[in-house]
């Protein structure tokens, strides 16, 4: 269980005691952190995270409103796994090669253009909100993506309007909820448009997922590319 390195914060960056309990989420759904284990005492957990017992606190509150933990009182803090646990990363499916990994994005672009005829068919509108975007886990560059939302849902979208979680965004901001979604991994090329900051050359094989997603109604509404490094990251999908 680590944080990533201390980075400037991204627009539309999760709250600290949010990306921390999400971080957890994600070593407890990976089995780093097993039903009935004790987590280290709280201002030691603190100080290996290196935050203020107070952001842990919340952190730790909103495992335990999720089911996730239970505080014992006197003997410590233990984790509560179940099946499907809420989290804005639900439905996120690379991992660090050692499991988890808090997800960060860094967004490269965004532009309303008509539908890339490569993707999957969805939604109704002929155009689509492309965002492309640098993936992290735990600070560790680990993808690149390139996601569309149809434009029925939104007029425009800037940068600064979105959320590290996009599915985050769809509800918050766009009352549009994911239900679903069917991921295709295949091989790709990395594209032109990867930053120098990914580690694997432009146009070099790379593990493809094209994913579709539909909304809470049955809708298709959008559709996406993501090329991950198998040197740092793995698609791990769990079978309940």
Do not use: C
Not at 108 to 114: C, G, Q
Not at 133 to 156: K, P, Y
């Amino acid at each position: 269980m680590s944080l990533p390195p201390s980075q400037p914060a991204q627009p539309g960056a999760l709250p600290l005691y949010l990306q921390i309990s999400e971080l957890l989420i994600r070593d407890i759904a990976a089995g780093r952190l097993v039903d009935g284990s004790r987590l280290p005492p709280e201002r030691e957990m603190a100080a290996q995270l290196g935050i203020a017992v107070g952001t842990l606190r919340q952190a730790l509150k909103a495992l335990a409103d999720k089911g996730l933990l239970e505080s014992i009182q006197g003997s410590g803090n233990y984790i509560r796994a179940k099946a499907d646990p809420a989290s804005v990363y639900a439905l996120l499916r690379i991992e660090l090669l050692s499991g988890g990994g808090l997800p960060t994005a860094r967004v490269l672009s965004v532009d309303r253009l008509p539908k890339d005829p490569g993707l999957p068919a969805f939604g109704s509108h002929p155009e689509g909100h492309r965002i492309r975007r640098l993936r992290f886990l735990s600070g560790t560059v680990a993808a690149v993506e390139e996601i569309w939302l149809d434009a029925a849902h939104v007029d425009r979208i800037t940068p600064d309007d979105l959320s590290e979680s996009l599915y985050l965004y769809y509800r918050q901001k766009l009352n549009l909820w994911i239900g679903r979604a069917e991921d295709r991994v295949g091989l790709g090329r990395v594209p032109d448009w990867a930053p120098a900051e990914f580690p694997v050359p432009h146009g070099a094989p790379l593990p493809l997922i094209t994913r579709t997603t539909w909304a809470q109604d049955g809708r298709t509404v959008e559709a996406s590319f993501t090329w991950y490094d198998p040197e740092k990251v793995a698609y791990v999908a769990r079978l309940k």
